[in-house]
């Protein structure tokens, strides 16, 4: 086997398969030491799963590893950290019912005698390292009452608490929005040192610009190409990724002032999350909502599906003054809600692609009396994963061995199946690769068009101004402003996401 | 159903699955129930050699069979339960109230049998309307809540009955235990609990693998919470699915007394045990999510050959739940294995 001894990590001719589907063949990616190496490819090109494999979670097949030139066989995750491979999975891997310290020293945690925990020093500890990375985290807070946001923090700051050589970072942004990305960004470029590198997988292309030194490109688990940085344009990469050019400058389609209202909040109010917030969403429109982490977007949804309860509030849908008290009343009355956090609140891990796709129409359209059909339910699910070219090897996959952008695709699928007149979708495009959020894009453009009216949730900042009609930006729990298409920029949206919190640090 | 045009219909990246993978997975889940069909063969096989003379008897046969009825009424209901996430602790203790219950109809009150009969299942399935509404609007975890209902139920079944067998009149009540021992195909020798056990059975497959009802059940014990946000009225389901498996509770009531004669207040607790054991050796999983009705079939006949079979070949009552117990941990370890090394491949 050639390895060359120059490089941090080298990946030669890796071949990995599960049953139905070649996740990698022929692979190979090489890091040099002191560098950040991005990885992109499309949704189920094999990212994770390379990464899986260096990490021990896998076992491949076929190929070789090296670390500073020396062969690298790693059966189990404890392994791999002991040879100084840490990693930031897609999915969040932290246990809910414990705190933030305990979950970052989880399996290391400081004691005395071998048996005895020593908690002080634990958050002592925990005190340093969070300082250090500059986060601003609770050590004793719990995770499970954590954002999606700043657990990914606790993530990162676990895996920058080992003594790692090569940090491997899967979609470690998806939950970021852009104040958190520079941060991380910082994080990352204080890690590198001429003994370390960083393997950095992304769907967010603008980001590769600003923190990688080379970029590899993947396609269907096959090497395509190495780029660097400095030498190559976005446009390139991308064609390179998805094999076509994909337009990133469209604006939205088909604004107008003129459409009646469908949906209107007022007043709504939360016991500690929310203050007063109101806003219209029209019929047709795709309404955005822009905001800082913490900002009240995702509580206003599930306040407003009744997922969770509101002190008060006025909702009027088609006209009429309505009470929802649970996500199930809001979906008869056409409603329908997509979490931002997809294992957790969107997807039923063990079961089928079927299933996920139609569980919440099966009621109103696949049966007869209380029998299922059977057969409708499977062509509607490979109506939708046709649609949105959801890669699976079959309807009956558990939709745990998908990959992280095509169990997004599946659960927007289940809302697109539903056919509800309001949908409420928090950050729909979470994990899903540039061409794919493209096609979605351009499908709730035409679902808008039809109209369906849109409350799109987002953090990524491109996706508002690419998609939104208007913009209702939050911050602290108000809505400080609302934008039309035409005033909204990013200047615009972020100086109205921080006014509240600048109001709050005067005196 | 979509109007929405498919923007740039490039090259469906969906791989297509071969007929021949389809059969393959369609196989594998056979085979693990061939597995499980074998396990009891060999099982029974072998209390045959040991105690040629007495186990593999007609009569011996029959007795096991009626065991596995009651165990098997019991079980298809703690596996609708289990499958979504929770767990019934109510169901032996259950039995026996409504076996009391249906006395007290039928004995006391003199009601007819079909109308005993309707009422006993009702009063089964208002049992665990009462689970599931401590489950789901009290918000008590399964465990407890059901774990009270047994105490309620094994009191409740000593007071109705006032600490005593009510016996059923051979005369007035013979069509109630014609349900059990009688013979519907005059001299087939199959005693009627057969095609209860089986009416049972294909009940709770279609309720399970067909119905909305089992639809919403794996949902649930897969992700609760992702159930509720795609706007499935889980609270509702719940409270259904723990009636559904109430009513089976009242039908293994039925049986027991049917086949006894009697309604014996006392012998409840410990079936919730057999049920649930019946239901983990099926193949249905505790974490909730999966499950199966003809496993759990399957795992009440085994649990009944070991019951029956330690007896016979006299092994004192003591050393049987020790045998029981490791059975248990062996044929669910063995299955874990198999899950293992399927995901490993
Ligand atoms: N455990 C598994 N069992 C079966 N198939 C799997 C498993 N893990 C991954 N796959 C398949 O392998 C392929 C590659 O998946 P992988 O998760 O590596 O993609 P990815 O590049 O990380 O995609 P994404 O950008 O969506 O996260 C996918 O088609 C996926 O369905
Ligand atoms: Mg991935």
Same mark, same amino acid.
């Given at each position: 086997?050639?390895?060359?001894?120059?490089?941090?990590?080298?990946?030669?001719?890796?071949?990995?398969?599960?049953?139905?589907?070649?996740?990698?063949?022929?692979?190979?990616?090489?890091?040099?030491?002191?560098?950040?190496?991005?990885?992109?490819?499309?949704?189920?090109?094999?990212?994770?799963?390379?990464?899986?494999?260096?990490?021990?979670?896998?076992?491949?097949?076929?190929?070789?590893?090296?670390?500073?030139?020396?062969?690298?066989?790693?059966?189990?995750?404890?392994?791999?950290?002991?040879?100084?491979?840490?990693?930031?999975?897609?999915?969040?891997?932290?246990?809910?019912?414990?705190?933030?310290?305990?979950?970052?020293?989880?399996?290391?945690?400081?004691?005395?005698?071998?048996?005895?925990?020593?908690?002080?020093?634990?958050?002592?500890?925990?005190?340093?390292?969070?300082?250090?990375?500059?986060?601003?985290?609770?050590?004793?807070?719990?995770?499970?009452?954590?954002?999606?946001?700043?657990?990914?923090?606790?993530?990162?700051?676990?895996?920058?608490?080992?003594?790692?050589?090569?940090?491997?970072?899967?979609?470690?942004?998806?939950?970021?929005?852009?104040?958190?990305?520079?941060?991380?960004?910082?994080?990352?470029?204080?890690?590198?040192?001429?003994?370390?590198?960083?393997?950095?997988?992304?769907?967010?292309?603008?980001?590769?610009?600003?923190?990688?030194?080379?970029?590899?490109?993947?396609?269907?688990?096959?090497?395509?190409?190495?780029?660097?940085?400095?030498?190559?344009?976005?446009?390139?990469?991308?064609?390179?990724?998805?094999? +076509?050019?994909?337009?990133?400058?469209?604006?939205?389609?088909?604004? +107008?002032?003129?459409?009646?209202?469908?949906?209107?909040?007022?007043?709504?109010?939360?016991?500690?999350?929310?203050?007063?917030?109101?806003?219209?969403?029209?019929?047709?429109?795709?309404?955005?909502?822009?905001?800082?982490?913490?900002?009240?977007?995702?509580?206003?949804?599930?306040?407003?599906?009744?997922?969770?309860?509101?002190?008060?509030?006025?909702?009027?849908?088609?006209?009429?003054?309505?009470?929802?008290?649970?996500?199930?009343?809001?979906?008869?009355?056409?409603?329908?809600?997509?979490?931002?956090?997809?294992?957790?609140?969107?997807?039923?891990?063990?079961?089928?692609?079927?299933?996920?796709?139609?569980?919440?129409?099966?009621?109103?359209?696949?049966?007869?009396?209380?029998?299922?059909?059977?057969?409708?339910?499977?062509?509607?699910?490979?109506?939708?994963?046709?649609?949105?070219?959801?890669?699976?090897?079959?309807?009956?996959?558990?939709?745990?061995?998908?990959?992280?952008?095509?169990?997004?695709?599946?659960?927007?699928?289940?809302?697109?199946?539903?056919?509800?007149?309001?949908?409420?979708?928090?950050?729909?495009?979470?994990?899903?690769?540039?061409?794919?959020?493209?096609?979605?894009?351009?499908?709730?453009?035409?679902?808008?068009?039809?109209?369906?009216?849109?409350?799109?949730?987002?953090?990524?900042?491109?996706?508002?101004?690419?998609?939104?009609?208007?913009?209702?930006?939050?911050?602290?729990?108000?809505?400080?402003?609302?934008?039309?298409?035409?005033?909204?920029?990013?200047?615009?949206?972020?100086?109205?996401?921080?006014?509240?919190?600048?109001?709050?640090?005067?005196? | 159903?979509?109007?929405?045009?498919?923007?740039?219909?490039? !090259?469906?990246?969906?791989?297509?699955?071969?007929?021949?993978?389809? !059969?393959?997975?369609?196989?594998?889940?056979?085979?693990?129930?061939?597995?499980?069909?074998?396990?009891?063969?060999?099982?029974?096989?072998?209390?045959?050699?040991?105690?040629?003379?007495?186990?593999?008897?007609?009569?011996?046969?029959?007795?096991?069979?009626?065991?596995? $009825?009651?165990?098997?009424?019991?079980?298809?209901?703690?596996?609708?339960?289990?499958?979504?996430?929770?767990?019934?602790?109510?169901?032996?203790?259950?039995?026996?109230?409504?076996?009391?219950?249906?006395?007290?109809?039928? $004995?006391?009150?003199?009601?007819?049998?079909?109308?005993?009969?309707?009422?006993?299942?009702?009063?089964?399935?208002?049992?665990?309307?009462?689970?599931?509404?401590?489950?789901?609007?009290?918000?008590?975890?399964?465990?407890?809540?059901?774990?009270?209902?047994?105490?309620?139920?094994?009191?409740?079944?000593?007071?109705?009955?006032?600490?005593?067998?009510?016996?059923?009149?051979?005369?007035?009540?013979?069509?109630?235990?014609?349900?059990?021992?009688?013979?519907?195909?005059?001299?087939?020798?199959?005693?009627?609990?057969?095609?209860?056990?089986?009416?049972? $059975?294909? $009940?709770?497959?279609?309720?399970?693998?067909?119905?909305?009802?089992?639809?919403?059940?794996?949902?649930?014990?897969?992700?609760?919470?992702?159930?509720?946000?795609?706007?499935?009225?889980?609270?509702?389901?719940?409270?259904?699915?723990?009636?559904?498996?109430?009513?089976?509770?009242?039908?293994?009531?039925?049986?027991?007394?049917?086949?006894?004669?009697?309604? !014996?207040?006392?012998?409840?607790?410990?079936?919730?045990?057999?049920?649930?054991?019946?239901?983990?050796?099926?193949?249905?999983?505790?974490?909730?999510?999966?499950?199966?009705?003809?496993?759990?079939?399957?795992?009440?006949?085994?649990?009944?050959?070991?019951?029956?079979?330690?007896?016979?070949?006299?092994?004192?009552?003591?050393?049987?739940?020790?045998?029981?117990?490791?059975?248990?941990?062996?044929?669910?370890?063995?299955? !874990?294995?198999?899950?293992?090394?399927?995901?490993?491949?």
């Amino acid at each position: 086997m050639e390895y060359d001894p120059t490089l941090l990590l080298q990946v030669e001719d890796v071949h990995k398969s599960f049953p139905g589907v070649n996740a990698l063949s022929g692979m190979r990616l090489d890091l040099r030491h002191g560098e950040v190496l991005g990885l992109v490819g499309e949704n189920g090109a094999g990212k994770s799963t390379l990464m899986k494999l260096l990490t021990g979670i896998y076992i491949h097949q076929e190929g070789e590893f090296f670390l500073d030139g020396e062969p690298l066989r790693v059966r189990t995750p404890l392994d791999a950290e002991k040879r100084g491979l840490s990693i930031i999975h897609q999915e969040l891997n932290l246990v809910s019912h414990l705190t933030v310290a305990e979950n970052i020293w989880l399996g290391r945690e400081p004691r005395s005698g071998g048996v005895f925990t020593k908690p002080r020093e634990q958050i002592a500890r925990t005190r340093d390292l969070l300082e250090r990375l500059e986060m601003d985290l609770d050590p004793k807070a719990l995770v499970a009452n954590l954002t999606v946001a700043k657990q990914q923090m606790v993530e990162i700051a676990k895996a920058l608490s080992f003594d790692a050589k090569v940090l491997i970072m899967d979609e470690p942004t998806s939950a970021l929005n852009e104040t958190e990305v520079a941060q991380l960004h910082t994080l990352i470029r204080r890690f590198v040192t001429p003994e370390t590198g960083v393997v950095y997988i992304t769907h967010r292309m603008p980001e590769l610009k600003s923190i990688t030194d080379r970029i590899t490109v993947i396609r269907d688990g096959k090497y395509i190409t190495t780029t660097d940085t400095a030498t190559s344009t976005l446009d390139e990469i991308i064609s390179h990724m998805v094999g +076509r050019a994909i337009d990133t400058s469209a604006k939205p389609v088909n604004v +107008r002032d003129d459409r009646e209202v469908i949906l209107s909040v007022r007043n709504l109010t939360t016991k500690s999350a929310l203050h007063e917030v109101s806003f219209d969403l029209h019929k047709g429109e795709v309404l955005g909502f822009a905001g800082l982490m913490g900002a009240g977007r995702t509580e206003t949804a599930r306040a407003i599906i009744g997922a969770d309860p509101h002190v008060s509030a006025e909702i009027t849908l088609r006209g009429t003054t309505v009470t929802i008290s649970n996500p199930a009343q809001a979906a008869r009355m056409g409603i329908g809600y997509l979490s931002e956090d997809r294992k957790k609140y969107g997807l039923m891990l063990n079961l089928d692609v079927a299933h996920n796709v139609t569980i919440s129409s099966i009621q109103d359209k696949f049966t007869t009396g209380p029998f299922e059909k059977k057969s409708a339910i499977r062509q509607a699910a490979q109506d939708a994963v046709e649609l949105l070219k959801v890669k699976t090897p079959s309807m009956t996959q558990q939709v745990k061995f998908l990959s992280g952008g095509n169990q997004q695709k599946a659960i927007i699928g289940r809302w697109l199946v539903k056919d509800c007149d309001v949908l409420i979708f928090d950050e729909p495009t979470r994990g899903i690769d540039v061409g794919a959020k493209e096609e979605i894009y351009q499908l709730l453009n035409h679902l808008a068009e039809q109209g369906k009216s849109i409350i799109m949730i987002s953090s990524e900042l491109p996706e508002i101004l690419r998609m939104a009609h208007r913009v209702v930006v939050m911050s602290d729990g108000y809505v400080t402003g609302t934008l039309q298409a035409d005033e909204a920029t990013q200047e615009s949206i972020m100086a109205l996401a921080t006014t509240r919190l600048s109001e709050k640090e005067l005196p | 159903m979509f109007s929405a045009a498919n923007p740039d219909p490039i !090259q469906d990246s969906t791989a297509v699955v071969t007929p021949e993978e389809k !059969q393959a997975g369609i196989w594998k889940q056979r085979l693990q129930q061939l597995l499980a069909f074998a396990g009891l063969l060999i099982i029974f096989l072998a209390f045959s050699i040991v105690a040629p003379t007495t186990f593999a008897t007609y009569s011996n046969v029959m007795n096991i069979l009626f065991s596995a $009825v009651v165990i098997g009424c019991l079980a298809m209901g703690a596996t609708l339960v289990i499958v979504s996430a929770g767990i019934d602790l109510s169901v032996g203790t259950g039995m026996a109230l409504c076996a009391v219950m249906a006395a007290t109809f039928m $004995v006391r009150w003199g009601l007819p049998v079909w109308l005993g009969i309707l009422l006993t299942l009702a009063f089964g399935a208002f049992i665990g309307l009462i689970n599931g509404t401590a489950v789901t609007i009290l918000g008590l975890p399964p465990f407890i809540a059901t774990l009270a209902m047994m105490m309620i139920c094994q009191g409740l079944a000593l007071v109705v009955s006032n600490v005593a067998p009510i016996y059923f009149d051979p005369v007035d009540h013979a069509s109630y235990m014609w349900i059990s021992t009688g013979n519907l195909i005059p001299g087939s020798g199959f005693p009627n609990a057969i095609f209860v056990l089986i009416l049972a $059975v294909v $009940v709770a497959y279609i309720l399970f693998n067909k119905t909305i009802l089992g639809r919403y059940d794996v949902s649930i014990g897969s992700n609760m919470e992702a159930t509720a946000l795609s706007g499935i009225n889980v609270k509702k389901w719940l409270i259904l699915i723990y009636a559904a498996a109430g009513t089976f509770t009242a039908l293994g009531g039925i049986m027991i007394s049917a086949r006894l004669g009697s309604a !014996q207040p006392a012998t409840g607790a410990g079936y919730e045990m057999q049920a649930i054991a019946a239901t983990v050796i099926g193949g249905t999983s505790l974490a909730g999510g999966k499950g199966s009705v003809i496993g759990t079939l399957i795992g009440a006949l085994i649990i009944s050959v070991i019951n029956n079979g330690l007896q016979i070949i006299m092994l004192p009552q003591q050393w049987q739940n020790v045998v029981l117990g490791t059975v248990i941990v062996v044929v669910v370890f063995i299955d !874990q294995l198999r899950n293992k090394q399927a995901k490993a491949r």
